[in-house]
């Protein structure tokens, strides 16, 4: 705001609010605080108006805590809001301030955070109540200002973050006059409407292009004719720009991708490929073989698919079998007490190396074993990796072991899955285990045990399994990759152009302040 020479300066505003202070201590109306040292040279955070004056906070608030008030005492059908370290926490049926109050948090995450009370309302001890003189500061430009102020860049290095008196009182601040307060005031109620305004704008775009975008991908996964997945596609295509711009659209273009890839719709079919009902016998015989030679052992019968337990029609190439039916073995990882670790020890996979379906394969621990344990929980090359052990939302995510040269095992929360052909077969599964039906069944299957969700074998032997000719998944397999590239960049792109955006508004807003 522009400055008005006929205002009143505010080093006499600040005169007069220290007489306000003495007088009021000594009627014992208020405690004296520990006076501060002078604001030196070299502390000024910044060059304010002839007309203002630099202070500290204690020149010009005081703070107390607010009264203890545990959560089973609030009343359940009370209407006065509780304040505490991060605004209202609840509701009650008393009051221990009547008149709009300044609160700011003293203790939690939100320490620091500012708000104003409405006029009755019970402030806890998890938060200050603010005195100032209101006849020469208006509430409402000192919430601005202390919302603009770091308070908790003070705030003890302890596991609980917590503020005091002794932590904020020597924060400096620009004070202006009276009626420059409130023309100050108007303008921020102003341009926060309209910031309120613009955030709605984007929302409602926002929410739009997500809408349009999941019906864009709907209709391309419905699709049942070659020619109406080409005319849903180059719509798609024709709009990317439109469709495409936020991180969350590209989520959901990643997510369309997997399913396009399982369903048979991602890579053409060839009439020459070996159909997946010769493949799935070959995977018979050969298990068969081993089990004769009791390399493994007879797996349990797997239940038979019901007609609706797909909901896609696949190509007549491919066939639609249960996970089991396609694995060596399966087994579930090594646990060991934590005096077994040691950095001397054999490299092992914990849930937190399968990220986005990849392995991770930096920060490994280590952990000393026997000759036999290696050899047991040894992976190799083609193994999938699976979360035995998670949050519901993670468990059962999944990457593929790529050749490595040293001996890697893993822990006891994730299960190895082993398959008899190990070409792409693995990374084709992989695929299939990001898919929307799967992860469904992971999530929903799953035994929620201590806020952690499990699975078992079993429950990954009954994977349903729509399974390609062997070449065609080495088609889906480098599609996906090639696919997700793309998405990878594009990514990069929304993100480079965001900063962009926000640089630019940076160098807007400074040049606002400057002028």
Known sequence: MPQDSDDEPAAVLLEKIRTEKEKLVKEKKIKRIKQLPPIEDDEIPYEVPDSWVLCRLSEIIQISSGDFLPSHNMAKDGSIPVFGGNGITGYHDQYNVKEPTLVIGRVGFYCGSVHITPELAWITDNA??????????????????????????RDNSTAQPVISGRKIYPIIVGLPPFQEQKR???????????????????????????????????????AHE??????????????????????ETVGELRKAILQLAVQGKLVRQDSNDEPAAVLLEKIRAEKERLVKEKKIKVAKALLPIKGDEWPYELPKEWKLVRLG???????????????????????????????????????????????????????????????????????????????????????????????????????????????????????????????????????????????????????IVAKVDQLMALCDELEVKIEQSQTDGEKLMEAVVGEMIGA
């Open 128 to 153: 200050f109540s603010t005195y100032f003189s209101k006849s020469h500061i208006d509430l409402k430009f000192l919430y601005w200002l202390l919302k603009g102020t770091d308070l908790s860049i």
């Open 184 to 222: 100050i005031v108007a303008k921020v109620d102003q341009l926060m409407a309209l910031c309120d305004e613009l955030e709605a704008r984007q929302q409602k775009k926002q929410e739009s292009r997500l809408h349009l975008n999941s019906a864009a991908l709907d209709r391309l996964l419905t």
């Open 226 to 247: 070659p020619d109406e997945f080409a005319h849903h596609w180059h719509r798609i295509c024709d709009n990317f720009d439109l469709l495409y711009g936020a991180p």
């Open 325 to 475: 039916e396609l694995v060596e073995s399966m087994t579930n990882g090594i646990y060991k007490p934590s005096k077994y670790y040691s950095d001397n020890g054999i490299a092992y996979f914990r849930m937190y190396n399968i990220q986005r379906g990849k392995i991770n394969y930096l920060n490994l621990k280590r952990m000393l074993l026997e000759d036999d344990e290696i050899e047991r929980y040894r992976l190799v090359s083609g193994d999938l990796l699976v979360n035995r052990v998670n949050s519901r939302e993670l468990v059962g995510k999944a990457g593929v072991i790529n050749l490595f040269e040293e001996s890697l095992i893993f822990e006891s929360k994730n299960i190895r899955v082993r398959f008899i052909i190990c070409e792409e077969l693995p990374e084709y599964i992989n695929i299939l285990f990001q898919t929307r039906e799967v992860r469904e069944v992971f999530e929903g299957d799953a035994k929620q045990t201590c806020g952690q969700a499990s699975i078992s074998q079993p429950q990954v032997a009954g994977i349903i399994t729509p399974l390609p000719p062997l070449n065609e998944q080495k088609r």
